[in-house]
């Protein structure tokens, strides 16, 4: 199994910035993608950034520009730094990966709530 623990949510001011990080434990051999999903009150969830193991990376159009991801393979843990925020970024954000342990399966985290006060 794949255990995935998120931090780094908070209350922060409009234009702020803010970093996610999202930690990965478990019985698994490898990880292909790391990334962090959102999803408001009444709305889909929806992919934010990802980053896979050759570190190639997409955003959503509305985060592009003012978000980055990254990976450290060897603590096996994902962060999003999140600057310019804004009140629409406000939702509860999920770490979603892809491990290896007797096959390919995705995981995700239990969820960090981050809200943006205009």
């Known amino acids: 199994q794949v255990q995935l623990v998120e931090s780094g949510g908070v209350l922060v001011q409009a234009g702020g910035s803010l970093r996610l990080s999202c930690a990965a434990s478990?019985?698994?051999?490898?990880?292909?993608?790391m990334g962090w999903y959102r999803q408001a009150p009444g709305k889909q969830r929806e992919l934010v950034a990802q980053i896979t193991n050759r570190s190639s990376t997409k955003f959503a159009d509305s985060v592009n520009g003012r978000f980055t991801i990254s990976r450290d393979d060897a603590k096996n843990t994902v962060s999003l730094q999140m600057n310019s925020l804004k009140p629409e970024d406000t939702a509860v954000y999920y770490c979603?990966?892809?491990?290896?342990?007797?096959?390919?399966?995705?995981?995700w985290g239990q969820g960090t709530q981050v809200t943006v006060s205009s």
């Open positions: 478990g019985s698994f051999s490898s990880i292909n993608f």
């Open positions: 979603n990966v892809q491990a290896l342990t007797s096959r390919w399966n995705t995981y």
